[in-house]
């Protein structure tokens, strides 16, 4: 079998993903490398020492496959199962693709807390997702009673964010808010014309992008919240994709990003073909910037740069996308699935808040346990697999079918960004002004909270 390296001839460089090594390499011998790797021609002699030395290695030592992943620490509820706009994209049918029209109670949200956030002195979060959650704004007051009421008596902490379009927004909600949420993420899809095309107020009487914008700057004003601006990337959005990532971190939002909107070959919206390959190679290229301006007070990394270059320095591999079956879904209706992206596939219900018995929730539970990059097809003998970790589950379940078959639009942009970062971050170690520089604003960007869902 070939060495498990990855050769950029351009660059002089090959990077070895079991140990985390680099070596650098002329380019001519670079080039007969990625010849061999590919089953042409005989290993260069001057490339012996060096595979020779990383087959001496071995292979990583990693944790065992599967095994008990832990307790529930983080929900994400539904608790508006309807929305006031009418994106043309909606993966979830304005909310409605399970319990149409269905507002959450409290006794569901006191069921599903219960349930899972008991052990004392655990930080726990909750996420309000829709459709639109604050069309269900009745909910979060004894929400987060019920919240403090067991912060005081089972010393569990729950942290708060929700997810916004960013239309029904007023002083009371806003102050509601900034009481008791740490984060609110709201989507805004770039420029006005961009943003405005697809998604739509439900009656048509206003600019969703003018009250998405009113609402961000209400929250930054007045509010200690993080906010995160993110926004979907469509077909006919992909042209002003830089204008309108320069325009929504303008806003003076904490973070800001456009997430490719893939779907079925008939939409119209779906990033695709020739949009997409420039979409790849922005990405790219964004990513190399990153690394070339490394001034710490500068705007947060593009999409992967931190995620790349915090692997690089700790050699951390990353063995799976998130903690789908442990981060959960709750439906209104109490229906539990294994994560917000995957509500309303019957093949990941599992079960009801109700019912912790329920055989499904057990047996989903276990079987994402043993789910990682080394049981996704096409993951083990990918060179960026460790700075990876696989892709979005959902993401994948929608392209292919699976979520052990990675999504090819994700593998593509992160392996072209992968390569450029590589480059730039063996670039900048070298120089011992610029990798202290690099170190500092790592660490700075580490203590940054995570965005909420989206």
Request: one cysteine or more; proline letters at 5%.
């Given at each position: ?72 620490r983080s929900l994400c509820l539904y608790t508006a199962h309807d929305c006031n706009l009418a994106c043309t994209y909606c993966y979830n049918q304005r909310g409605r693709a399970v319990a149409p029209l269905a507002m959450m109670s409290f006794a569901t949200a006191k069921a599903a807390i219960d349930r899972f956030f008991w052990r004392p002195g655990v930080l726990y979060a909750i996420a309000l997702y829709g459709g639109e959650p604050l069309l269900n704004v009745g909910l979060i007051e004894p929400l987060v009673d019920y919240a403090e009421r067991l912060r005081r008596e089972r010393d569990i902490r729950i942290d708060f964010s929700l997810t916004t379009n960013g239309t029904v927004m007023n002083r009371e909600i806003l102050a509601l808010l900034d ?276």
């Amino acid at each position: 079998m070939a060495p498990d390296c990855h050769v950029i001839v351009e660059a002089g460089i090959v990077y070895f993903p079991e140990s985390g090594k680099f070596y650098a390499v002329p380019q001519g011998i670079g080039e007969r490398l990625k010849s061999w790797l590919a089953g042409h021609g005989e290993v260069p002699p001057e490339a012996a020492a060096m595979l020779a030395a990383e087959a001496g290695r071995g292979k990583a030592d990693l944790p065992p496959v599967g095994g008990d992943e832990g307790e529930v620490r983080s929900l994400c509820l539904y608790t508006a199962h309807d929305c006031n706009l009418a994106c043309t994209y909606c993966y979830n049918q304005r909310g409605r693709a399970v319990a149409p029209l269905a507002m959450m109670s409290f006794a569901t949200a006191k069921a599903a807390i219960d349930r899972f956030f008991w052990r004392p002195g655990v930080l726990y979060a909750i996420a309000l997702y829709g459709g639109e959650p604050l069309l269900n704004v009745g909910l979060i007051e004894p929400l987060v009673d019920y919240a403090e009421r067991l912060r005081r008596e089972r010393d569990i902490r729950i942290d708060f964010s929700l997810t916004t379009n960013g239309t029904v927004m007023n002083r009371e909600i806003l102050a509601l808010l900034d009481r008791h949420f740490v984060a609110v993420t709201v989507s805004l899809d770039g420029i006005k014309a961009v943003n405005d095309r697809h998604r739509h107020a439900e009656k048509g009487e206003h600019s969703v992008h003018d009250r998405a914008v009113a609402t961000i700057r209400l929250l930054k004003e007045n509010t200690g919240l993080r906010v995160t601006v993110k926004g979907t990337l469509t077909a006919q959005g992909g042209g002003h994709y830089q204008e309108s990532l320069a325009y929504l971190r303008s806003l003076g939002a904490d973070n800001a990003a456009l997430t490719p909107a893939f779907g079925p070959a008939e939409a119209d919206w779906a990033l695709a073909g020739e949009v997409f390959e420039r979409y790849v190679a922005m990405q790219a290229g964004n990513a190399a910037a990153d690394l070339a301006d490394l001034d710490e007070a500068a705007e947060p990394w593009h999409e992967y740069t931190f995620q790349i270059v915090a692997g690089l320095l700790t050699k951390r591999r990353l063995l799976r996308h998130c903690n789908i079956g442990r981060d959960l879904a709750v439906m209104a209706d109490g229906a539990i699935y294994a994560c917000h992206g995957l509500a309303g596939q019957s093949a990941f219900a599992m079960g009801r808040v109700d019912d912790p018995a329920s055989p499904d929730f057990q047996r989903l539970h276990e079987d994402f346990a043993g789910l990682d990059l080394r049981s996704v097809d096409g993951c083990q003998r990918c060179w960026a697999r460790y700075l990876c970790g696989g892709g979005c589950y959902a993401n994948a379940w929608f392209q292919s079918g699976s979520v052990r078959q990675p999504d090819r639009g994700h593998c593509a942009v992160f392996k072209a960004v992968a390569e450029k970062v590589l480059v730039a971050f063996v670039d900048t170690v070298g120089r011992p002004e610029q990798a202290q520089v690099l170190l500092r604003k790592v660490r700075g960007m580490i203590g940054a909270p995570p965005p909420s869902h989206v």
